[in-house]
């Protein structure tokens, strides 16, 4: 496995691939990587001849009182679990790299950048689409291969690559959770024991009106305030947003009748956790 840390040695790397006549996936993450990056791994080993993964927390995307310093850093662990997984290449630039001094080039996807996670978290999206749109153009690759697990971010990086005209097909994978249906994630690590259990609650709200929209109950409002119920029982999670939208367009909607995305975002203890359920 190719561990590169340049993007000249890393369009080098491609182009070499592509004149292979090779297909080639990317797998963007930050690292800390868990099963749920590695589901996206092997998503693009069952449809690409060369997967490539990068590793870079990048800093556009966090606010200026966000975790950007604490993020967890775990590349030479990382690194060992992407080989034993038989990815081909990795790429883990530094920012001065990504951002060379002066920087003042970045993506905005007007409007779904604002909406769920981009109210709360101002510039965050701004941030995801920039980085993102860096890596694609470095990378070219066949397919891009996101989480369902960010459902926000799948909306707004579909819109700019369907706006933008990459050359590139969006490839999107099912959320990967613990055995108890909390979902993945890199901050899980930073939860205490007793946190770990009041994160459950995301879950079991989105859980409840899975059973509910099942049951026949169509009413956005009426599923909002089933899942409110459940998420008031956990005083430990401080909630940010639970909403009912159409996936593509982030929307509120009325009805859950022609599908939705159901989202949730709650803070337990300092550690910003989110879920979400497709009806
Ligand atoms: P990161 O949080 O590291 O996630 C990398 C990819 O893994 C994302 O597409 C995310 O949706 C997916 N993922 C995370 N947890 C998952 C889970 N439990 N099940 C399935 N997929 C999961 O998302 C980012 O990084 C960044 O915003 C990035 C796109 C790399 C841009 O910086």
Same mark, same amino acid.
């Given at each position: 496995?190719?561990?590169?840390?340049?993007?000249?040695?890393?369009?080098?790397?491609?182009?070499?691939?592509?004149?292979?006549?090779?297909?080639?996936?990317?797998?963007?993450?930050?690292?800390?990587?868990?099963?749920?990056?590695?589901?996206?791994?092997?998503?693009?080993?069952?449809?690409?001849?060369?997967?490539?993964?990068?590793?870079?927390?990048?800093?556009?995307?966090?606010?200026?009182?966000?975790?950007?310093?604490?993020?967890?850093?775990?590349?030479?662990?990382?690194?060992?679990?992407?080989?034993?997984?038989?990815?081909?290449?990795?790429?883990?630039?530094?920012?001065?790299?990504?951002?060379?001094?002066?920087?003042?080039?970045?993506?905005?996807?007007?409007?779904?950048?604002?909406?769920?996670?981009?109210?709360?978290?101002?510039?965050?999206?701004?941030?995801?689409?920039? /980085?993102?749109?860096?890596?694609?153009?470095?990378?070219?690759?066949?397919?891009?291969?996101?989480?369902?697990?960010?459902?926000?971010?799948?909306?707004?990086?579909? *819109?700019?690559?369907?706006?933008?005209?990459?050359?590139?097909?969006?490839?999107?994978?099912?959320?990967?959770?613990?055995?108890?249906?909390?979902?993945?994630?890199?901050?899980?690590?930073?939860?205490?024991?007793?946190?770990?259990?009041?994160?459950?609650?995301?879950?079991?709200?989105?859980?409840?009106?899975?059973?509910?929209?099942?049951?026949?109950?169509?009413?956005?409002? *009426?599923?909002?305030?089933?899942?409110?119920?459940?998420?008031?029982?956990?005083?430990?999670?401080?909630?940010?947003?639970?909403?009912? /939208?159409?996936?593509?367009?982030?929307?509120?909607?009325?009805?859950?009748?022609?599908?939705?995305?159901?989202?949730?975002?709650?803070?337990?203890?300092?550690?910003?956790?989110?879920?979400?359920?497709?009806?």
């Amino acid at each position: 496995m190719l561990v590169l840390r340049t993007i000249a040695e890393t369009r080098t790397t491609c182009a070499r691939i592509r004149l292979a006549g090779k297909t080639l996936g990317l797998v963007p993450t930050m690292g800390a990587l868990h099963e749920g990056h590695l589901s996206l791994v092997r998503a693009a080993q069952a449809s690409c001849d060369a997967v490539a993964v990068s590793i870079f927390v990048n800093p556009t995307q966090f606010g200026p009182k966000e975790d950007f310093a604490s993020y967890p850093r775990t590349l030479e662990q990382d690194c060992r679990i992407l080989e034993a997984a038989g990815v081909d290449l990795v790429f883990a630039p530094s920012v001065q790299g990504m951002y060379p001094s002066g920087a003042s080039a970045f993506v905005e996807v007007a409007g779904l950048s604002d909406r769920l996670d981009g109210a709360s978290r101002p510039g965050h999206f701004r941030g995801v689409a920039t /980085v993102v749109a860096k890596l694609l153009n470095i990378f070219a690759p066949e397919r891009a291969f996101f989480g369902q697990k960010d459902a926000a971010q799948v909306a707004v990086l579909r *819109k700019m690559v369907h706006d933008l005209r990459f050359a590139v097909q969006v490839e999107v994978c099912p959320i990967v959770r613990e055995p108890d249906g909390l979902a993945m994630s890199s901050r899980n690590r930073n939860l205490s024991d007793i946190q770990r259990r009041q994160a459950l609650i995301l879950s079991r709200a989105l859980l409840t009106v899975q059973r509910k929209a099942q049951g026949g109950e169509h009413e956005s409002s *009426k599923l909002l305030a089933e899942a409110l119920g459940v998420l008031a029982g956990e005083p430990g999670a401080e909630l940010d947003y639970c909403r009912i /939208v159409d996936p593509d367009t982030l929307e509120d909607i009325p009805s859950v009748d022609r599908g939705a995305l159901v989202a949730v975002a709650a803070r337990v203890g300092t550690t910003r956790l989110i879920d979400n359920l497709l009806l």
